[in-house]
T-cell receptor, first 113, second 112 residues
Framework: KAGVTQTPRYLIKTRGQQVTLSCSPI?????VSWYQQTPGQGLQFLFEYFSETQRNKGNFPGRFSGRQFSNSRSEMNVSTLELGDSALYLC????????????FGQGTRLTVV | QKEVEQNSGPLSVPEGAIASLNCTYS??????FFWYRQYSGKSPELIMF????GDKEDGRFTAQLNKASQYVSLLIRDSQPSDSATYLC????????????FGQGTTLQVKP
């Protein structure tokens, strides 16, 4: 059974640009959550999608957005990039979210210069 | 008060010893609890989950949950140098969605 796949693995962007990250969950999993990991703040929850609907949202500015497609694949978009957006972005896949285990992809390392 | 708290460490134990990692959480309605292991430069890997009070054992790992004390721990028996990593405690709150709240992680060093 394939795991969670995130693409791309690495990105370098310039301040002010926008970026789109992709996450393909484990087959059959309907919940995809996104997290930002930085050395100073640790792992912070961005948002969760379940059956194409955003079910939960963390405390991030509106520049961070996402969506989920009918095949459960999810994308995360960050607009008007800032230096502070440099981080490891992780997505986690679970069968239905609550009450089930979550498995992480390998992450996308975003560097904003 | 942070929602999920862990001692950042590093926690250093000799090879073969028991490593004990602790975590406290603030939301009394939290439903499920997870331990992830993260090697440097890698993504978190789920190693244990526990939903009910008491102990849950899986190989060399034992997770312990005490909801009354809002405390969850991870014991690693017969620690190996390959266990050296950061261990993240994650809590799923009372909303019962996919949102996980993570502690800052405890760095474990197992010395040969």
């Amino acid at each position: 059974k394939a795991g969670v796949t995130q693409t791309p693995r690495y990105l370098i962007k310039t301040r002010g640009q926008q970026v789109t990250l992709s996450c393909s969950p484990i087959s059959g999993h309907r919940s995809v959550s996104w997290y930002q990991q930085t050395p100073g703040q640790g792992l912070q929850f961005l948002f969760e999608y379940f059956s194409e609907t955003q079910r939960n949202k963390g405390n991030f500015p509106g520049r961070f957005s996402g969506r989920q497609f009918s095949n459960s694949r999810s994308e995360m978009n960050v607009s008007t990039l800032e230096l502070g957006d440099s981080a490891l972005y992780l997505c986690a896949s679970s069968f239905q979210g609550g009450g089930t285990e979550a498995f992480f992809g390998q992450g996308t390392r975003l560097t904003v210069v | 008060q942070k929602e999920v708290e862990q001692n950042s460490g590093p926690l250093s134990v000799p090879e073969g010893a028991i490593a004990s990692l602790n975590c406290t959480y603030s939301d009394r309605g939290s439903q499920s609890f997870f331990w992830y292991r993260q090697y440097s430069g890698k993504s978190p890997e789920l190693i244990m989950f526990i939903y009910s009070n008491g102990d849950k054992e899986d190989g060399r790992f034992t997770a312990q949950l005490n909801k009354a004390s809002q405390y969850v721990s991870l014991l690693i028996r017969d620690s190996q140098p390959s266990d050296s990593a950061t261990y993240l405690c994650a809590v799923r709150g009372s909303s019962n969605t996919g949102k996980l709240i993570f502690g800052q992680g405890t760095t474990l060093q197992v010395k040969p």
